[in-house]
């Protein structure tokens, strides 16, 4: 079964730490997304990324980073925590550039607290 | 305003019943449309494409308006296990750029 995991389904942090988040899938996608979802306002791009080594910033990218070194794993970096980071984060991907680039493959979800 | 807008609902519906969500969405320009399901605790997953001449699979079929910029999901029949929230998503770019906008979704409770 094809799958996109994501490392961690529960992560408490304190403010400030540097936190990783890290995604593997392995459908040979070449794009993968990184997502956050609160209640009330859906899910909400952060960063995503076409190929290896390339990123483009989403809607809301703002106190994070991302790193993609393979094309499999795509990483999310919060360089600081801050409480109003936490949430539940969804990483996807994707097939592209053709009609199923529009599909996509959620992992599981990692809730994040920070204190 | 939102650049996709759905009435969160709760939607309480008896196991049988017809249900209707609809979805509103800003930009005229969009190019794919989509709705996913959401289980409590789960991640979305694709449930359906929206074509413009509108489409149907089993008991779900979608719809969309592009003059009233909106799309619709009607459920026949409803089952237990379809209690889930749908999510309305939009691509309102074309050429497989697929940065999607998600609705922050309609909930629907189908109870005995």
């Known amino acids: 079964d094809v799958k996109v995991t994501q490392s961690s389904r529960y992560l408490v942090k304190r403010t400030g730490e540097k936190v990783f988040l890290e995604c593997v899938q392995d459908?040979?996608?070449?794009?993968m997304f990184w997502y956050r979802q609160d209640p009330g306002l859906g899910l909400r791009l952060i960063y995503f990324?076409?190929?290896?080594?390339?990123?483009e910033k989403g809607d809301i990218p703002e106190g994070y980073s991302v790193s993609r070194e393979k094309k499999e794993r795509f990483s999310l970096i919060l360089e600081s925590a801050s409480t109003n980071q936490t949430s539940m984060y969804l990483c996807?991907?994707?097939?592209?550039?053709?009609?199923?680039?529009?599909?996509?493959?959620f992992g599981a979800g990692s809730r994040l607290t920070v204190l | 305003r939102k650049e996709v807008e759905q009435d969160p609902g709760p939607f309480n519906v008896p196991e049988g019943a017809t249900v209707a969500f609809n979805c509103t969405y800003s930009?005229?320009?969009?190019?794919?449309f989509f709705w996913y399901r959401q289980d409590c605790r789960k991640e979305p997953k694709l449930l359906m494409s929206?074509?413009?001449s509108g489409n149907e699979d089993g008991r779900f079929t979608a719809q969309l308006n592009r003059a009233s910029q909106y799309i619709s999901l009607l459920i026949r029949d409803s089952k237990l296990s379809d209690s889930a929230t749908y999510l309305c998503?939009?691509?309102?770019?074309?050429?497989?750029?697929?940065?999607?906008?998600f609705g922050a979704g309609t909930r629907l409770a189908v109870h005995p």
């Open positions: 996807a991907s994707s097939r592209g550039p053709d009609s199923g680039a529009n599909v996509l493959t």
């Open positions: 459908m040979d996608h070449e794009n």
């Open positions: 990324s076409y190929d290896v080594k390339m990123k």
């Open positions: 930009n005229s320009a969009s190019q794919s």
């Open positions: 929206v074509y413009s």
């Open positions: 998503v939009v691509n309102p770019y074309s050429g497989g750029y697929n940065k999607l906008i």
